[in-house]
């Protein structure tokens, strides 16, 4: 619940008394409110909901956590190897589906 | 993206996976509270994953399902009137009301405008003063402030012709009554990591101190859940019940002040009705007594409606976790996306809709006939 | 009578000069005459259109012929990399190369919204005579009718079109087998994401473009480099999903993908993951699935790379025989997830 995606605060402007600030999702940019996280500066990561930024991402703690899982992860020595590109696993026997319909707009088979 | 792809890192997943069942003994059962926890979980076959007998019990943290049918009845009537624009997330148009859903009444000529941002409402009244704009806001504590800045906006910038229609709850309140019942088998919970961003982490270390069952804050993606889910099994097999925070890099125990602030200034606690789970006290916001003028309930006298819902949906026992999607005799026959009977089916994030979408081919007791990544 | 005394006169004939479609554009009398004239012939003119018949007769290649129709009714006409003309085009012409045909001709039926500015009109039409041409297909006949303002959106247009397929190519989702390998021409999501963000007024700026165009050259490609070519199929509603879903009921086999390999844009990415949306289940309009023979399947890939609009082609995935009728993906982190038909559009969501 709650979508809230992280994005970079590009640069944060004074548009009519409301705090707006240019956030960089992926290869997007969007206007983003904000007015309930007045302190974000240009260049962190903020968490944005509904077109306004909720939360700053605190890049410190995150560099810590991360490390943690990946060095907690390497002490069970339990790292796994990609599987190898190819067929999907052979999956054990079931029943076949015998309805192969598509299905039309009440989700009966056609 | 940043922040987003390194939890999705598939190396990470499966040592967190190698944690828990080199950890894990005993078929603990853990709710994770989030529909969108659950959305992930679901999606990608991650509870089916879980070692030792494992359990996750899907909880009611999706504020569309949760929504009253009085309230979308409601909206409906909003929507019809003349010379009205009902503004609403794209969320809420399928939900189904009483009789029909948004969508249906912006087919048959109702001005429904659906927006991504509440403060398109704001944009969308002043650029039709002649016309009444009502904003739906819906949502938990995560979009109640960003959702309160309509009314403030209205306030500051004396707005005549926008007004709201709320429907807006509280987790803490819900997870206590679920902790509290009788029926209630979860052992550890997974709290929700966007609400807490707002509102910090104390209620949850509240309720961990008083049901003695270890609550941890967590994220949304799968690794964020793996690392939640053995957090929260490493506390069993040790017999604690505390509250740890995994979604540290964004959530802090003081929570955004500023956003409650805001929130509490334009709302204020009351009692709140959650469909499926009937009345839970002290549980959801109503306009405060400054911002009462924008309430649209009072506005346009919308009188209280008392409604059943269909007899076939089992939503009440769904959100309680007390019931799989599987068990509900009208799953993936009579009640589709297409066509619901009740709002988890609809609901991009309701337990019966992420069920459907992507366990639909599973037997009878949640047995996948594909059996999922199996290669951990 | 002084000429100043003289009583206006109200004059019942219409006005020669209109900036406007009005219902009489779609009577069949001087105003038709008059938009054929001014607006249909200069962009589309050919000898057999030309000729202004009730039908066209046209000479067919030797072979099966090919033959499919759709209606565009896109909202905005014109967004970031085409409108709804090329749409109509290209998507006709797409639906029938992907069934091994040489596209030739076309068919265009307007349904126009009285009120639409004729500049409107003429853009659209002259957009659709460039895709013409750079599809290789002519439009040989139409029809243009006018609805009373509030009837119809702006521009309802429906294509026919008519190809022949040659002796010795025959594809169908029936020669689909276990072990093929599924080819994808390029990026997804392209399309959809573009209208989304310009019809909702999402309030995004970045390289959103929809991927319309034709997928000629790109099938001829792979007809001549994969003898083993079994069926393909263009992506359009419903996206990728749709396309594997179909195929996989048609065939009755399972699909087996690795979402890794699936190429996405960062744009289509950022806006999907903002607006909640599953870029397996957004609309494309400039791509294709080619499942061929595996030991077809490395020449066919290569060759789909040298051509415009496969540049981007990756191998996907693998035909099975496990879960007859289902598509199967193996995410990004190793756990495999069903993806099904989607019920409905997808909304962008908060939750």
Same mark, same amino acid.
């Given at each position: 619940?709650?979508?809230?995606?992280?994005?970079?605060?590009?640069?944060?402007?004074?548009?009519?008394?409301?705090?707006?600030?240019?956030?960089?999702?992926?290869?997007?940019?969007?206007?983003?409110?904000?007015?309930?996280?007045?302190?974000?500066?240009?260049?962190?990561?903020?968490?944005?909901?509904?077109?306004?930024?909720?939360?700053?991402?605190?890049?410190?703690?995150?560099?810590?956590?991360?490390?943690?899982?990946?060095?907690?992860?390497?002490?069970?020595?339990?790292?796994?190897?990609?599987?190898?590109?190819?067929?999907a696993?052979?999956?054990?026997?079931?029943?076949?589906r015998?309805?192969f319909?598509p299905r039309?707009?009440?989700?009966?088979?056609? | 993206?940043?922040?987003?792809?390194?939890?999705?890192?598939?190396?990470?997943?499966?040592?967190?996976?190698?944690?828990?069942?080199?950890?894990?003994?005993?078929?603990?059962?853990?709710?994770?509270?989030?529909?969108?926890?659950?959305h992930?979980?679901v999606r990608y076959g991650?509870?089916?994953?879980?070692?030792?007998?494992?359990?996750?019990?899907?909880?009611?943290?999706?504020?569309?399902?949760?929504?009253?049918?009085?309230?979308?009845?409601?909206?409906?009537?909003?929507?019809?009137?003349?010379?009205?624009?009902?503004?609403?997330?794209?969320?809420?148009?399928?939900?189904?009301?009483?009789?029909?859903?948004?969508?249906?009444?912006?087919?048959?000529?109702?001005?429904?405008? @659906?927006?991504?941002?509440?403060?398109?409402?704001?944009?969308?009244?002043?650029?039709?003063?002649?016309?009444?704009?009502?904003?739906?806001?819906?949502?938990?504590?995560?979009?109640?402030?960003?959702?309160? @800045?309509?009314?403030?906006?209205?306030?500051?910038?004396?707005?005549?012709?926008?007004?709201?229609?709320?429907?807006?709850?509280?987790?803490?309140?819900?997870?206590?009554?679920?902790?509290?019942?009788?029926?209630?088998?979860?052992?550890?919970?997974?709290?929700?990591?966007?609400?807490?961003?707002?509102?910090?982490?104390?209620?949850?270390?509240?309720?961990?101190?008083?049901?003695?069952?270890?609550?941890?804050?967590?994220?949304?993606?799968?690794?964020?859940?793996?690392?939640?889910?053995?957090?929260?099994?490493?506390?069993?097999?040790?017999?604690?019940?505390? @509250?740890?925070?995994?979604?540290?890099?964004?959530?802090?125990?003081?929570?955004?002040?500023?956003?409650?602030?805001?929130?509490?200034?334009?709302?204020?606690?009351?009692?709140?009705?959650?469909?499926?789970?009937?009345?839970?006290?002290?549980?959801?916001?109503?306009?405060?007594?400054?911002?009462?003028?924008?309430?649209?309930?009072?506005?346009?006298?919308?009188?209280?409606?008392?409604?059943?819902?269909?007899?076939?949906?089992?939503?009440?026992?769904?959100?309680?976790?007390?019931?799989?999607?599987?068990?509900?005799?009208?799953?993936?026959?009579?009640?589709?996306p297409?066509?619901?009977?009740?709002?988890?089916?609809?609901?991009?994030?309701?337990?019966?809709a992420a069920y459907y979408l992507y366990r639909r081919h599973s037997?009878?007791?949640?047995?996948d006939l594909c059996?999922a990544g199996?290669?951990? | 009578?002084?000429?100043?005394?003289?009583?206006?006169?109200?004059?019942?004939?219409?006005?020669?000069?209109?900036?406007?479609?009005?219902?009489?554009?779609?009577?069949?009398?001087?105003?038709?005459?008059?938009?054929?004239?001014?607006?249909?012939?200069?962009?589309?003119?050919?000898?057999?259109?030309?000729?202004?018949?009730?039908?066209?007769?046209?000479?067919?290649?030797?072979?099966?012929?090919?033959?499919?129709?759709?209606?565009?009714?896109?909202?905005?006409?014109?967004?970031?990399?085409?409108?709804?003309?090329?749409?109509?085009?290209?998507?006709?012409?797409?639906?029938?190369?992907?069934?091994?045909?040489?596209?030739?001709?076309?068919?265009?039926?307007?349904?126009?919204?009285?009120?639409?500015?004729?500049?409107?009109?003429?853009?659209?039409?002259?957009?659709?005579?460039?895709?013409?041409?750079?599809?290789?297909?002519?439009?040989?006949?139409?029809?243009?009718?006018?609805?009373?303002?509030?009837?119809?959106?702006?521009?309802?247009?429906?294509?026919?079109?008519?190809?022949?397929?040659?002796?010795?190519?025959?594809?169908?989702?029936?020669?689909?087998?276990?072990?093929?390998?599924i080819?994808l021409?390029?990026?997804i999501g392209?399309?959809?994401?573009?209208?989304?963000?310009?019809?909702?007024?999402?309030?995004?700026?970045?390289?959103?473009?929809?991927?319309?165009?034709?997928?000629?050259?790109?099938?001829?490609?792979?007809?001549?480099?994969?003898?083993?070519?079994?069926?393909?199929r263009?992506l359009?509603?419903g996206g990728l999903s749709s396309a594997m879903n179909e195929i996989a009921a048609?065939?009755?086999v399972g699909m087996s993908l690795e979402e890794r390999k699936i190429?996405v844009?960062?744009?289509?990415?950022?806006?999907c993951?903002?607006?909640?949306l599953d870029p397996m289940y957004v609309?494309n309009?400039?791509?294709?699935i080619?499942?061929?023979?595996?030991?077809?399947?490395?020449?066919?890939?290569?060759?789909?790379?040298?051509?415009?609009?496969?540049?981007?082609?990756?191998?996907i995935g693998t035909v099975t025989?496990n879960r007859p009728g289902c598509v199967v993906m193996r995410t990004s982190?190793?756990t495999d997830r069903i993806v099904d038909m989607l019920a409905?559009?997808q909304?962008?969501?908060?939750?």
């Open positions: 619940m709650c979508l809230s995606v992280p994005g970079k605060l590009l640069e944060r402007n004074d548009v009519g008394g409301v705090l707006v600030g240019k956030v960089q999702f992926g290869g997007i940019v969007r206007e983003v409110c904000l007015d309930l996280l007045p302190e974000a500066k240009a260049g962190e990561y903020l968490l944005v909901h509904v077109g306004y930024a909720i939360s700053l991402v605190d890049e410190e703690e995150a560099r810590k956590s991360y490390e943690y899982m990946e060095l907690a992860g390497m002490l069970e020595g339990e790292l796994t190897a990609f599987p190898d590109d190819g067929p696993l052979v999956v054990e026997a079931s029943p076949p015998d309805d319909a039309g707009p009440r989700g009966e088979s056609q | 993206m940043k922040y987003l792809d390194e939890y999705r890192d598939e190396k990470l997943f499966r040592s967190q996976l190698a944690r828990l069942k080199s950890i894990a003994t005993r078929p603990w059962v853990l709710m994770e509270v989030c529909g969108g926890q659950t992930t979980l991650i509870d089916e994953l879980l070692p030792a007998g494992m359990e996750m019990v899907h909880g009611p943290g999706c504020p569309v399902c949760v929504t009253p049918v009085e309230i979308i009845d409601k909206a409906i009537a909003l929507a019809g009137r003349p010379n009205t624009i009902l503004v609403s997330y794209g969320d809420m148009m399928r939900v189904p009301g009483s009789e029909s859903d948004l969508l249906q009444v912006k087919a048959l000529g109702g001005d429904v405008r @659906m927006v991504y941002s509440p403060t398109e409402s704001v944009r969308i009244a002043l650029e039709n003063p002649n016309r009444e704009v009502v904003f739906f806001g819906v949502g938990f504590e995560t979009t109640a402030p960003a959702n309160a @800045m309509v009314a403030w906006q209205a306030r500051r910038q004396g707005i005549k012709n926008l007004s709201l229609l709320s429907s807006h709850v509280l987790v803490p309140p819900a997870v206590e009554m679920l902790l509290s019942s009788p029926h209630n088998r979860v052992q550890g919970l997974i709290a929700p990591g966007h609400v807490c961003t707002i509102m910090g982490t104390g209620a949850y270390e509240t309720l961990a101190a008083k049901y003695k069952v270890p609550i941890v804050i967590g994220g949304f993606e799968p690794v964020d859940l793996m690392e939640a889910i053995v957090m929260l099994a490493a506390q069993l097999e040790e017999g604690r019940s505390e @509250m740890e925070n995994q979604y540290r890099r964004n959530v802090r125990e003081d929570g955004n002040r500023r956003a409650r602030e805001l929130l509490f200034e334009v709302y204020e606690v009351c009692d709140r009705k959650w469909r499926g789970l009937g009345e839970v006290a002290a549980s959801g916001l109503r306009l405060s007594a400054e911002y009462r003028e924008f309430d649209a309930e009072l506005r346009f006298g919308l009188e209280d409606i008392s409604v059943d819902e269909p007899a076939e949906c089992i939503s009440a026992m769904i959100l309680q976790g007390l019931a799989k999607p599987k068990q509900c005799s009208a799953f993936g026959t009579r009640c589709t297409e066509s619901p009977l009740g709002a988890p089916m609809v609901s991009s994030e309701g337990t019966c037997g009878e007791m949640g047995e059996v199996e290669a951990v | 009578m002084s000429t100043r005394e003289m009583p206006a006169m109200a004059c019942p004939m219409p006005l020669a000069v209109k900036s406007h479609v009005v219902l009489g554009h779609g009577s069949g009398g001087r105003l038709s005459a008059a938009l054929m004239r001014d607006i249909f012939l200069p962009a589309f003119g050919n000898p057999v259109l030309n000729e202004l018949n009730d039908q066209a007769a046209v000479r067919l290649a030797p072979g099966r012929v090919a033959f499919s129709t759709d209606s565009y009714v896109v909202k905005p006409l014109f967004f970031p990399g085409g409108s709804i003309g090329e749409l109509a085009v290209y998507g006709t012409v797409n639906d029938l190369a992907v069934g091994g045909a040489e596209p030739q001709y076309l068919s265009a039926a307007f349904i126009l919204e009285e009120g639409l500015p004729l500049e409107t009109l003429r853009r659209v039409v002259e957009q659709m005579a460039v895709a013409a041409r750079r599809a290789g297909v002519t439009i040989v006949t139409g029809d243009t009718k006018v609805v009373e303002k509030g009837s119809g959106d702006q521009v309802f247009l429906t294509t026919a079109g008519i190809g022949v397929i040659p002796d010795g190519v025959t594809l169908g989702p029936q020669y689909v087998r276990a072990g093929d390998r080819l021409s390029g990026p392209e399309h959809g994401v573009t209208i989304l963000a310009q019809r909702e007024g999402l309030g995004v700026s970045g390289e959103l473009k929809s991927d319309s165009a034709p997928l000629t050259e790109l099938c001829r490609a792979l007809v001549k480099a994969a003898p083993g070519l079994r069926t393909m263009d359009t509603r048609s065939a009755r190429p844009s960062e744009a289509v990415r950022g806006i993951e903002l607006f909640g609309a309009e400039g791509k294709l080619a499942i061929v023979a595996p030991e077809d399947a490395e020449a066919a890939l290569a060759a789909m790379r040298t051509v415009d609009t496969g540049v981007g082609a990756e191998m025989s982190f190793g409905g559009d909304l962008p969501r908060i939750c």
